[in-house]
Nanobody, 123 residues
Framework: QVQLVESGGGSVQAGGSLRLSCSAS????????MAWFRQAPGKEREGVAS????????YYADSVKGRFTISRDNAKNTVYLQMNSLKPDDTAMYYC????????????????WGQGTQVTVSS
């Protein structure tokens, strides 16, 4: 049973923009916190941004502050990640995750994951 579905990945040149979407079942969306993570080949999965789905409070990794924006549409049970000023270092598989707990950027604290969407940024 698919519970989180990501979309919006693709290939862009440095400086470009992409918008990722994560659609969740209602049960999953009500779990309080949703987040985006990414994992590049040979690297550990790292947190990018998280958001409390009810209150809307957000958190960002230092590496994306000022460039990425996480937001949500509660009517659609969907969380977005707007990525601007993309860099080659942003190239990774991006994953959506959910947890019924505090919003953090620690992958191990999330218990529901999507399949991921690939983002490739060329120089």
């Amino acid at each position: 049973q698919v519970q989180l579905v990501e979309s919006g990945g693709g290939s862009v040149q440095a400086g470009g923009s992409l918008r990722l979407s994560c659609s969740a079942s209602g049960y999953i969306y009500s779990r309080n916190c949703m987040a985006w993570f990414r994992q590049a080949p040979g690297k550990e999965r790292e947190g990018v941004a998280s958001i409390y789905t009810l209150r809307g409070r957000t958190y960002y990794a230092d590496s994306v502050k000022g460039r990425f924006t996480i937001s949500r549409d509660n009517a659609k049970n969907t969380v977005y990640l707007q990525m601007n000023s993309l860099k080659p270092d942003d190239t990774a598989m991006y994953y959506c995750a959910a947890v019924n707990s505090l919003c953090t950027l620690v992958p191990g604290q999330y218990n529901v994951w999507g399949q991921g969407t690939q983002v490739t940024v060329s120089s």
